[in-house]
């Protein structure tokens, strides 16, 4: 079934609209959310929130790529398991790790709890990550955005593990860079 078609179901409150999305996309949900978490108990649960949270949301939105509106969904409910389920244990897998990479990037005096900061934020690195090479921005988006193992990531393209960690160091100095040139740090 067409992505319009699936949304239009949701604008209907269609019950089929969930079955249909789950068809199409439910694998792919599972993936992110599992490799997030890491247990197919939790990933399980992100996905059933992700369904929760598309039907609620909706009635007011029209998405236009419903692949990467499901996919934000799932990676939002993901980290927000992980976090519950360690907040006493920082760093102690992937995900803790990647963020903590990334909070080098960020000013501690940025409230980012504003909804207005953060979709700025995240225009700001969706527009530094468009303007990478294609091996650099699949090395940035599978770490960060996935939060893929450096090994998994060097497995995957073909590269040493040494080279993925300085082309992630290179790449936070950039962003680092681009965040100071917006006056965010």
Same mark, same amino acid.
């Given at each position: 079934?067409?992505?319009?078609?699936?949304?239009?179901?949701?604008?209907?409150?269609?019950?089929?609209?969930? &079955?249909?999305?789950?068809?199409?996309?439910?694998?792919?949900?599972?993936?992110?959310?599992?490799?997030?978490?890491?247990?197919?108990?939790?990933?399980?649960?992100?996905?059933?929130?992700?369904?929760?949270?598309?039907?609620?949301?909706?009635?007011?939105?029209?998405?236009?790529?419903?692949?990467?509106?499901?996919?934000?969904?799932?990676?939002?409910?993901?980290?927000?398991?992980?976090?519950?389920?360690?907040?006493?244990?920082?760093?102690?897998?992937?995900?803790?790790?990647?963020?903590?990479?990334?909070?080098?990037?960020?000013?501690?005096?940025?409230?980012?709890?504003?909804?207005?900061?953060?979709?700025?934020?995240?225009?700001?690195?969706?527009?530094?990550?468009?303007?990478?090479?294609?091996?650099?921005?699949?090395?940035?988006?599978?770490?960060?955005?996935?939060?893929?193992?450096?090994?998994?990531?060097?497995?995957?393209?073909?590269?040493?593990? &040494?080279?993925?960690? &300085?082309?992630?160091?290179?790449?936070?100095?950039?962003?680092?860079?681009?965040?100071?040139?917006?006056?965010?740090?």
């Amino acid at each position: 079934m067409e992505d319009s078609a699936i949304v239009d179901l949701y604008w209907q409150r269609s019950d089929r609209a969930i &079955s249909e999305t789950e068809k199409k996309y439910g694998a792919y949900c599972h993936r992110l959310a599992y490799s997030i978490c890491g247990s197919e108990q939790d990933a399980e649960e992100c996905v059933n929130d992700t369904w929760l949270r598309a039907w609620n949301a909706m009635p007011t939105e029209r998405p236009r790529i419903l692949s990467a509106f499901l996919g934000c969904l799932t990676r939002n409910a993901a980290i927000g398991r992980y976090r519950e389920k360690h907040r006493r244990k920082r760093g102690g897998g992937e995900t803790a790790l990647a963020l903590d990479e990334l909070s080098e990037c960020l000013s501690d005096g940025t409230d980012l709890e504003d909804e207005i900061q953060k979709k700025e934020l995240a225009r700001l690195i969706g527009t530094f990550a468009a303007e990478l090479k294609e091996t650099e921005r699949l090395v940035f988006t599978a770490r960060y955005y996935y939060l893929t193992p450096v090994k998994q990531i060097a497995a995957c393209l073909g590269l040493s593990e &040494s080279k993925v960690k &300085s082309m992630l160091f290179r790449l936070r100095g950039r962003l680092r860079g681009q965040l100071e040139k917006e006056g965010w740090l």
